[in-house]
């Protein structure tokens, strides 16, 4: 059965399967929980980052789209980096943030994540 739990707290300290993070477009980290994430995981998640820029996304990931990394050195095994909307800057951000939600869950379980920290 499955269960949710609410815990308060470091994200990056989590023992999950699978961190979600709320990303900038660039994959290269930032401020708040972007670059928390990038820095306590450290350089193998950015170095994915950088190499899925390359192949995949040169102009950055779309705004409702999910891609996973390596955990690198955090507990989860795995990150998934998403790119919110911002509101009143994107026409339909209600739908593009559940897309981002939709593409992260979808992602976890191909990765088979039994525990996940949004």
Known sequence: MARITLVEGDITFQDVDVVVNAANRSLLGGGGVDGAIHRRGGPRILAECRRI???RFPDGLPVGQAVATTGGDL????????????????????????????????????????????
């Open 53 to 55: 820029r390359e192949e």
């Open 75 to 118: 507990a989860a095994a795995h990150v998934i980096h998403v790119v919110g909307p911002v509101y009143g800057r994107e026409p339909d951000a209600p739908g593009l943030l559940a897309s981002c939600h939709r593409e992260a869950l979808r992602l976890a379980e191909e990765l088979g994540a039994r525990s996940i920290a949004f």
